[in-house]
């Protein structure tokens, strides 16, 4: 708002002094036209950096704005080319700072600081725009018009990558720098989508932390948050970019893995059990870490992401059925 206000009140100084000097304003009106162009923006810069709510100062300094935009319209006699200019720049930067409520604010007040002042010069009306004030108007019209849409446009870049920053921490576990169920339910849907096109085989692989529950209890809730982020960097090591590893909930993961065989799977599963096997110890602490493993393929009588899941979940329930610290796939 500093360098747009700046630029702003710059650019108006010049039409605005140019209908004075042709109405041979006093001095002291040029003097107030000065200060508002060249002083005022740092006046609103210092009380919006001092406030204790700054957007609430910010959005007041906005419809001072305004207000003496009524005024110098007044000053002007109403001349048409600056005053139309002004008064539209005005108001479609209070829009795009806070919507149609600050707008009918400002429209508000710059009607009324315009009536008083008019009624008090004794409503003069000057409507014959000279060469001069054509011509110091012309910047105005441009440079701001194109200040105001390159302002805008990095507004809607940084909002686009904050859009995209908030659906990414959307998509994963807050514990874990891992997929959540929602981001992996979206890929097992799309996975199964093309799947019903195309003749290939995937897998989803279901672990599950074998008596996760003892060392909580046994360690604490920190030694097992670090065991699962270990087990989280685990499954990142082990799959592929093309891959998703997720955090189910609880001490339950899933891997979807995209044309991926049963036998390929079986082979990723291997490695994460191995990984699991040498671990010794979380967060200084002695843990000996085993995993059950449910795989189970996608077939083409599964309608939804729940029963590729439910597939996955049964056969890490039959893993566990067999003494757990294994692999069972169907």
């Not at 829009?95 to 149609?100: E, Q, T």
């Not at 959540?180 to 897998?203: G, M, T, V, Y």
């Not at 082979?267 to 059990?273: C, E, K, Q």
């Amino acid at each position: 708002m500093y360098l747009m206000r700046i630029l702003g009140t710059l650019l108006c100084f010049f039409p605005v002094l140019s209908v004075l000097a042709e109405h041979q304003r006093s001095v002291w009106l040029m003097v107030l036209l000065g200060m508002n162009a060249f002083i005022w923006p740092t006046v609103a810069w210092y009380r919006a950096r001092q406030s204790p709510v700054p957007l609430v100062t910010e959005q007041q300094n906005l419809l001072l704005d305004a207000g003496a935009g009524g005024f110098w319209i007044a000053m002007m006699a109403v001349n048409p080319l600056p005053s139309v200019v002004i008064a539209t720049i005005l108001l479609a930067d209070r829009l795009s700072a806070g919507g149609l409520p600050l707008m009918r604010k400002a429209a508000v007040l710059m009607l009324a600081v315009f009536l008083v002042s008019w009624l008090t010069q004794g409503m003069a009306v000057d409507l014959i725009v000279s060469p001069r004030t054509l011509f110091a108007t012309l910047p105005l019209i441009a440079i701001y018009m194109i200040a105001l849409s390159v302002l805008t446009d990095s507004i809607a870049r940084r909002l686009r990558i904050k859009s995209r920053e908030l659906e990414r921490i959307a998509m994963m576990d807050p514990l874990l720098d891992i997929a959540n169920r929602r981001l992996l339910e979206k890929r097992i849907d799309h996975e199964l989508n093309k799947l019903r096109q195309s003749c290939r085989e995937s897998a989803l692989m279901f672990i599950d932390i074998d008596n996760f529950k003892e060392v909580n209890d046994r360690f604490g809730h920190k030694v097992g948050d670090a065991l699962l982020a270990t087990v989280s960097q685990i499954l990142h090591l082990a799959t592929r970019p093309t891959d998703t590893p997720a955090r189910l909930g609880g001490d339950e993961f899933v891997i979807l893995l995209p044309n991926t065989t049963l036998d390929e799977a079986h082979i990723v599963a291997t490695r994460i059990l191995d990984a699991a096997a040498v671990m010794k110890d979380v967060a200084q602490e002695a843990v000996h870490c085993t995993l059950s493993i449910g795989i189970a393929c996608a077939t083409r009588d599964m309608d939804s992401v729940t029963d590729w899941l439910q597939a996955a979940d049964n056969a890490l329930y039959q893993a566990k059925r067999e003494g757990k610290n294994r692999i069972f796939a169907h």
